[in-house]
């Protein structure tokens, strides 16, 4: 695929990382997004964890988060020098609790299976875990500590991926893409909710909206909602952790995320309700009970923001990224839990098959090819 024009179709994290990477390589490139960085890229968590978002049985998953996640440092990097602006990595690692005694059992396939991995794994004791985590509480009973998921502020890095994008030379044109068009054998365009774009070369990144766009991507991507919940430190309360802090509270996944200058996202909810981004009753109540059972200091806090993002889910929860239907498709969606994790992999994906180059050997398993509607 040689030709210099492109239009991606959204502006999340893969969206822009994919923008910005083919503007900086000389390609020619329009963005559509209605409202940039509005997804779930804003609502995002923003852990970097491949080890502690995947579970056994999805190695292809682990396999490509753990290509991309080696990639983040020097894609950070980029982008810093490139936006001239803070790309939002943190380093300080991860760690994941347990409560109950069934929680620790979980950890303990946890520890073997990174252990089987070669990843760094400390197992500890609730003590030890309250030694490097102050802020955890004392119903932790034990957990590990994984120093290489890190993690990114999602707010931080969509705004440096814009600036370094329109940098490049990307254009930025807020309409909603409706339909992707084409000939019955090629792209032509992409139609908006205002004037059509001509494009022979279009790049659907747009998450949870990605099946519309297309009728080969039918049926393959689903929104799967997520709310999250945003804190802030008040003077006098319990210092936030450092770490990402990962826990089973009986059972239930919740997770609390860092920010620069004492703020801490919880997330997140998971299900499966269309396209519905209203925050529940339920749902903050659920994520604030379990998160103060591991971080009891929190209820100090200020309770600054709820949200709701619809992750991209796809049937194998691996995403979609190469060419789908007609000459000049190209996707990169289906990204599910794992948008800022993935977007650095992506993007030099879709950079190598925009030049026609051989894309990275783990995103092979992601070929939209494998489901037959896609086919081309
Ligand atoms: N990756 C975090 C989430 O999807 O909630």
Avoid at 117 to 145: K, T, Y
Avoid at 146 to 156: H, I, T
Avoid at 188 to 204: A, E, I, K, M
């Amino acid at each position: 695929m040689t030709n210099s024009q492109l239009t991606v179709v959204g502006a999340g994290v893969i969206g822009m990382s994919c923008a910005w990477r083919a503007a900086a390589a000389g390609f020619q490139v329009t963005v559509l997004d209605p409202a940039p960085a509005s997804g779930a890229s804003w609502v995002a968590g923003g852990m970097l964890a491949p080890v502690t978002e995947a579970w056994p049985g999805e190695e292809e998953l682990l396999e490509l988060g753990e290509e991309s996640l080696r990639r983040w440092p020097q894609f950070a990097a980029e982008l810093e020098a490139a936006a001239g602006r803070p790309a939002g990595l943190r380093t300080e690692g991860t760690v994941v609790v347990a409560t109950g005694a069934g929680d620790r059992a979980e950890l303990d396939t946890l520890a073997a299976y990174l252990g089987k991995l070669g990843r760094a794994v400390e197992r500890l004791s609730g003590r030890e875990m309250r030694r490097l985590e102050p802020a955890l509480g004392p119903d932790v009973r034990g957990g590990l500590s994984v120093p290489d998921d890190l993690a990114v502020d999602n707010r931080v890095l969509l705004a440096a991926l814009r600036v370094a994008a329109e940098r490049a030379g990307a254009r930025f044109v807020e309409r909603a893409a409706r339909a992707v068009l084409d000939d019955g054998s090629r792209v032509t365009g992409v139609r908006t909710d205002g004037p059509g774009v001509d494009s022979q070369v279009v790049l659907v990144c747009a998450g949870a909206h990605s099946a519309r766009l297309h009728p080969c991507l039918e049926g393959l991507v689903r929104p799967v909602k997520g709310e999250i919940l945003r804190l802030a430190h008040r003077a006098g309360a319990f210092p936030p952790p450092s770490r990402t802090v990962r826990a089973l509270v009986d059972g239930r996944p919740v997770y609390a995320v860092p920010r620069d200058g004492g703020g801490l996202v919880i997330g997140a909810t998971q299900a499966e309700t269309g396209f519905d981004t209203e925050v529940t009753v339920g749902g903050v109540r659920d994520l604030l009970r379990d998160a103060e059972r591991v971080l009891p200091g929190i209820a100090e806090y200020a309770l600054v923001e709820s949200a709701a993002g619809l992750r991209p889910g796809s049937p194998d929860n691996l995403p979609l990224v190469g060419p789908a239907g007609p000459d000049g498709l190209l996707v990169a969606t289906g990204h599910h839990r794992n948008g800022m994790l993935l977007a650095p992999v992506t993007a030099d994906a879709v950079l190598a098959l925009l030049r026609g180059d051989p894309v990275p050997k783990v995103v092979q398993a992601a070929d939209p090819a494998r489901f037959s509607l896609a086919r081309r």
